[in-house]
């Protein structure tokens, strides 16, 4: 089984850029596709962007598409989301998930592991 860590949330206004890490650990990565979605209050878990290890393709949601980048760390088992022109709409807890899949699925109730997620707030 493999356990997740996110770290990098935090308050930020409007405009500015914050970066999420998301470190796995429990066993190899090979073959798996790890992804960031996101949860506001009262609305579903949405997927922000992913990353398949196995192929190195990515995916972003449009919603975020040249803002956010998804990418691997030097680290071996972690990927990081860069966030930049942040809005207001962009606030919410940023879960880091994984399943074992070259494909980078979208639905949250397809991924089998979860961190325990990151509150992002962006102030107007």
């Known amino acids: 089984q493999v356990q997740l860590v996110e770290s990098g949330g935090g308050l930020v206004q409007a405009g500015g850029s914050l970066r999420l890490s998301c470190v796995a650990s429990?066993?190899?990565?090979?073959?798996?596709?790890m992804a960031w979605f996101r949860q506001a209050p009262g609305q579903d878990r949405e997927f922000v962007a992913g990353f398949s290890f196995d192929s190195g393709s990515t995916a972003v949601a449009d919603s975020v598409k040249g803002r956010f980048a998804i990418s691997r760390d030097n680290a071996k088992n972690t990927v990081g989301l860069q966030m930049n022109s942040l809005k207001p709409e962009d606030t919410a807890v940023y879960y880091c998930?994984?399943?074992?899949?070259?494909?980078?699925?979208?639905?949250?109730?397809?991924?089998?592991?979860w961190g325990q997620g990151t509150q992002v707030t962006v102030s107007s």
């Open positions: 429990g066993r190899s990565l090979n073959n798996f596709a």
């Open positions: 998930a994984a399943r074992q899949a070259s494909i980078i699925y979208t639905t949250s109730r397809l991924w089998s592991a």
